[in-house]
Antibody
Framework: QVQLVESGGGLVKPGGSLRLSCAAS????????MTWIRQAPGKGLEWLSH????????HYADSVRGRFTISRDNAENSVYLQMNSLRDEDTAVYYC????????????WGQGTLVTVSS | DIVMTQSPESLAVSLGERATINCKSS????????????LAWYQQKVGQPPKLLIY???TRESGVPDRFSGSGSGTDFTLTISSLQAEDVAVYYC?????????FGQGTKLEIK
């Protein structure tokens, strides 16, 4: 069955960095876009970034462009989110999602990892 | 960016009754190349990640009960639950995947009356 398992969350000080990982299984990873979405405590969903199946196409939300970097390793069936210059408002549960290649529709979500930015 | 606006923000419906959630996009999400609306609905239960219910505005994802249906086109969309069950208590989000950044509505909290 399809599984996406995020890791790497935790407590970090403002201005710090963190690298999230998402390990995929149960499907042909290299055939899908992968996406990062976050949800601040008690709030709605915010799309952050996605990366094409080959890694050649990447898009970011304005809120994270220049601070966050998405990447993937198709040999390891994993996608990553490098987060730099973290701010209080980056505190959220971070989800990775599988997205169909033709439409980039997110059709499956991981369980999420919590990132807390606080001094 | 395309702004997605849902209404109502919260909704209480009796078991077995119909629940209706609306979603309006600030721009058309109907693609002329395939005449499809790039609009999805997700269900998020407490403590769980979102789950895809509906895509192309009206196509049910595999395994989703047929009491869930989606309708609408262009900029106005609706999610209908025909006969509310206890397990449908959740927050529902609409989302456009027409363009990046993909954007979500603010969510509608559905409860039992």
């Amino acid at each position: 069955q399809v599984q996406l398992v995020e890791s790497g969350g935790g407590l970090v000080k403002p201005g710090g960095s963190l690298r999230l990982s998402c390990a995929a299984s149960g499907f042909t990873f290299r055939d899908y876009y992968m996406t990062w979405i976050r949800q601040a405590p008690g709030k709605g969903l915010e799309w952050l970034s996605h990366i094409s199946s080959s890694g050649s196409t990447i898009h970011y939300a304005d809120s994270v462009r220049g601070r966050f970097t998405i990447s993937r390793d198709n040999a390891e069936n994993s996608v990553y989110l490098q987060m730099n210059s973290l701010r209080d408002e980056d505190t959220a549960v971070y989800y990775c999602g599988r997205a169909t290649t033709v439409t980039t529709l997110i059709d499956f979500w991981g369980q999420g990892t919590l990132v807390t930015v606080s001094s | 960016d395309i702004v997605m606006t849902q209404s109502p923000e919260s909704l209480a419906v009796s078991l077995g009754e119909r629940a209706t959630i609306n979603c309006k996009s600030s721009q058309y999400v109907l693609h002329s190349s395939n005449n499809k609306n790039y609009l999805a609905w997700y269900q998020q239960k407490v403590g769980q990640p979102p789950k895809l219910l509906i895509y192309w505005a009206s196509t049910r994802e595999s395994g989703v009960p047929d009491r869930f249906s989606g309708s609408g086109s262009g900029t106005d969309f609706t999610l209908t639950i025909s006969s509310l069950q206890a397990e449908d208590v959740a927050v529902y989000y609409c989302q456009q995947y027409y363009t990046t950044p993909q954007t979500f509505g603010q969510g509608t909290k559905l409860e039992i009356k």
